[in-house]
């Protein structure tokens, strides 16, 4: 059964993450979701009285929060997924044309992105860099005996201020995400329809389109990929 929709699948629209892309993706939104819940039954007095058992919520915390970069770490066993989080760390002329245009007319260019646009590429860049920071902030509170007072103190004042900052970034990703139901299939399922590339990211080029050699040993003409694309 799943065979047979793996292939439907792939018959009516085109690969956009392979299944450990997805699994990178599920796994860090569930430690996320648990870091941001039982961060919230740790700062908010209502909550923290419906909930309780304040030790293990702060136990759950910790561990939630360490094991965030567990999930990018076994990816990276993926292909696919070292080739995206390149595709990630790049910007292109045409990303800065794109958060031009955002923040001048407050609207996305879907002409100027590849497999992902310029919004994508900064959240992606602030997400890596705010859990290292919340990860190096947590550890000195959670072992406060090993550096000195003022840096519990900075550590304290920082992870706060940046898990209010986070939680407001992440709520607008899923606001943005909900705004999609097609990109969200393509998280789910790894498939999205033609139409929506063209429409949504049409600079990029997926890999079954790429060029095929011949028998002579030529590649038949075939649309550039992305990266070819987005150099220009």
Request: contains cysteine.
């Given at each position: 059964?799943?065979?047979?929709?793996?292939?439907?699948?792939?018959?009516?629209?085109?690969?956009?993450?392979?299944?450990?892309?997805?699994?990178?993706?599920?796994?860090l939104?569930?430690?996320?979701?648990?870091c941001?819940?039982?961060?919230?039954?740790?700062?908010?007095?209502?909550?923290?009285?419906?909930?309780?058992?304040?030790?293990?919520?702060?136990?759950?915390?910790?561990?939630?929060?360490?094991?965030?970069?567990?999930?990018?770490?076994?990816?990276?066993?993926?292909r696919?997924?070292?080739?995206?989080?390149?595709?990630?760390?790049r910007?292109?002329?045409?990303?800065?044309?794109?958060?031009?245009?955002?923040?001048?007319?407050?609207?996305?260019?879907?002409?100027?992105?590849?497999?992902?646009?310029?919004?994508?590429?900064?959240?992606?860049?602030?997400?890596?860099?705010?859990?290292?920071v919340?990860?190096?902030?947590?550890?000195?509170?959670?072992?406060?005996?090993?550096?000195?007072?003022?840096?519990?103190?900075?550590?304290?004042?920082?992870?706060?201020?940046?898990?209010?900052?986070?939680?407001?970034?992440?709520?607008?990703?899923?606001?943005?995400?909900?705004?999609?139901?097609?990109?969200?299939?393509?998280?789910?399922?790894?498939?999205?329809?033609?139409?929506?590339?063209?429409?949504?990211?049409?600079?990029?080029?997926?890999e079954?389109?790429?060029?095929?050699?011949?028998?002579?040993?030529?590649?038949?003409?075939?649309?550039?990929?992305?990266?070819?694309?987005?150099?220009?």
């Amino acid at each position: 059964m799943m065979t047979r929709l793996h292939e439907s699948r792939a018959v009516t629209g085109l690969r956009r993450f392979t299944r450990a892309e997805t699994w990178v993706h599920r796994s860090l939104a569930w430690l996320m979701g648990v870091c941001v819940g039982t961060a919230a039954c740790l700062y908010f007095p209502p909550l923290s009285e419906i909930v309780g058992r304040r030790r293990q919520v702060v136990t759950l915390h910790e561990w939630s929060g360490i094991a965030l970069p567990v999930p990018v770490l076994l990816g990276l066993a993926s292909r696919a997924f070292r080739k995206d989080a390149g595709r990630l760390g790049r910007f292109f002329p045409h990303d800065r044309r794109w958060l031009g245009v955002a923040l001048r007319a407050r609207r996305r260019e879907a002409s100027l992105a590849g497999k992902f646009n310029a919004g994508q590429k900064l959240f992606a860049a602030f997400s890596v860099g705010a859990v290292l920071v919340m990860i190096g902030t947590g550890l000195i509170m959670w072992f406060p005996r090993l550096t000195p007072l003022f840096w519990r103190t900075g550590a304290t004042f920082v992870h706060d201020w940046l898990a209010l900052f986070m939680a407001a970034v992440i709520t607008g990703h899923v606001w943005f995400a909900s705004k999609d139901p097609e990109a969200r299939r393509g998280l789910r399922t790894g498939y999205v329809p033609r139409w929506w590339i063209k429409e949504e990211h049409p600079l990029w080029r997926p890999e079954s389109q790429a060029p095929r050699k011949t028998a002579a040993g030529r590649h038949r003409t075939a649309p550039d990929d992305d990266r070819a694309r987005e150099r220009s």
